[in-house]
């Protein structure tokens, strides 16, 4: 999906990559702040002892042929599930594994890494991320400073919102370009149904469904574990999803309840019904049934940069319509001929949403000056990337 990431290793070409990847020696090693190493106590969670290794993470035919690609048999690949300032955890089927990360390679959960080198004495390093399939952006807090990718190589993003909270379509329409865009599939998850009386809930499916189109809407109660039955398919072994959403809308709890453990911090709501962003970081949970889970913290400020194509898919019945205008370049602002003008008097075409579509249109085309500064930045980054790569490998 994605055409960042590749940062190859450079320690010289070799006949054939393995077909199957062996684990280190050392992994189930841990680096800990001190610089001392201790065995990995913690196992991925307990239900992966004993399953099928990397493919329980995902691992399959595809990703096997990446790294055959990099013709470099000293790498072992690795599941990226949690990244920290300057260190990251990969998974290896067996275990995690504590990584040092240089500077300039850019992970992200749900990454697959190639890593050279050992955990045990120390010189495990990044050599390579396997290009992503799919991968979730946001925008940094500071809005200079470009994306980052939330979630990669997700197969569905659980777009949650709960119905004691305040999430709006407007912001749900957001989410869903946002989730198109990654290439991963949007699923809406309202959460908390036992809060709300059974109206509520039913207006709130209904109100929903005006802008999810042709995404699966889905409600339960993490409380109750109503509904939770619905998510299994989604959450089959070796795929994987992220919770996205504001914070407060029970991510963290519906991945306890579907973790049937509490790995997740959980929060108190506001009197706003706004949470207080109890999950400070990302990570990859395997679940007892197989899936893979990517809890995330709440977000609120999504910006739709450089994610047109998210925007065309969750606005697919405007942009249908939009198609049928004379003019190719229609600002659907009066002109003749203009289709969706003449839809307006459709009542299924909500003016409310042909506003929001008009509105992220402009906000794309103002993007493009900021995309172009990305571009530089991308192509530093992965410049600096591959230099890193090297010295890695050398090590
Ligand atoms: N009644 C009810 N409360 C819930 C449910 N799910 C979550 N909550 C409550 O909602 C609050 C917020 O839940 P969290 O799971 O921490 O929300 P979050 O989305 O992870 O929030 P951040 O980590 O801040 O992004 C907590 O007090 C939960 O107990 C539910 O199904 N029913
Ligand atoms: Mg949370
Ligand atoms: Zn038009």
Redesign the pocket.
């Known amino acids: 999906m994605s055409k960042t990431s590749l940062a190859r290793s450079a320690s010289g070409n070799v006949p054939h990559a393995r077909a199957c990847p062996e684990e280190p020696a050392a992994v189930g090693l841990q680096r800990w702040d001190n610089g001392d190493y201790q065995i990995e106590k913690e196992l991925i969670v307990a239900a992966t002892a004993g399953s099928s290794g990397l493919t329980a993470l995902g691992w399959d035919e595809r990703w096997n042929s990446a790294l055959a690609g990099l013709s470099d048999p000293v790498l072992w690949p690795a599941r990226v599930s949690r990244v920290d300032r300057g260190a990251c955890t990969v998974m290896t089927g067996s275990a995690k594994v504590r990584i040092v990360t240089e500077r300039d390679v850019e992970v992200a959960v749900g990454d697959w890494v190639c890593v050279a080198g050992s955990a045990a004495d120390g010189t495990a390093r990044i050599a390579a991320v396997l290009p992503r399939r799919a991968e979730f952006r946001r925008t940094r807090p500071a809005k200079s400073a470009g994306t980052k990718v939330v979630a990669a190589n997700i197969d569905t993003v659980f777009v ?1 919102d709960a119905l004691d909270g305040s999430l709006g379509v407007r912001h749900l329409e957001r989410f869903l370009a946002l989730a198109w865009q990654s290439g991963a599939t949007p699923v809406v998850v309202i ?2 149904s ?2 709300a009386p059974i109206q509520r809930v039913t207006d709130a499916v209904n109100l929903a469904k005006t802008v999810a189109r042709g995404v699966s809407v889905v409600v339960v ?3 109750t574990a109503d509904g939770v039955l619905s998510l299994e398919p989604y959450l089959m072994p070796g795929r994987t999803v992220a919770l996205l ?1 504001l ?8 991945t306890n309840r579907l973790a049937g453990a509490d790995i997740a911090a ?4 506001r009197g706003d019904g706004s ?5 400070s970081h990302r990570e990859l949970v395997v679940l007892p049934q197989g899936g893979l889970l990517i809890d995330t ?2 977000i609120r400020a999504l910006s739709i940069l450089g994610a047109g194509d998210g925007v065309e898919q969750a606005f697919g019945d405007i942009e249908a319509i939009a198609d049928n205008c004379r003019y190719p370049n229609c600002s659907h602002s009066g002109e003749s001929g203009c289709a969706i003008a003449a839809a307006l008097a459709d009542p299924q075409l909500q003016p409310d949403r042909l506003d929001a579509w008009l509105r992220m249109r402009l906000e794309l085309a103002s993007s493009k000056t900021h995309n172009a500064r990305d571009d530089v930045a991308e192509r530093k980054r992965r410049k600096a990337a591959k230099f890193a790569a090297r010295r890695a490998s050398k090590t």
Do not use: E, F, I, Q
């Open positions: 949650c959460t908390k036992d809060a109660s993490s409380t959403g914070s407060g809308a029970g991510k963290s709890t519906l959980t929060g108190a709501v949470g207080r962003h109890t999950t913290p709440g």
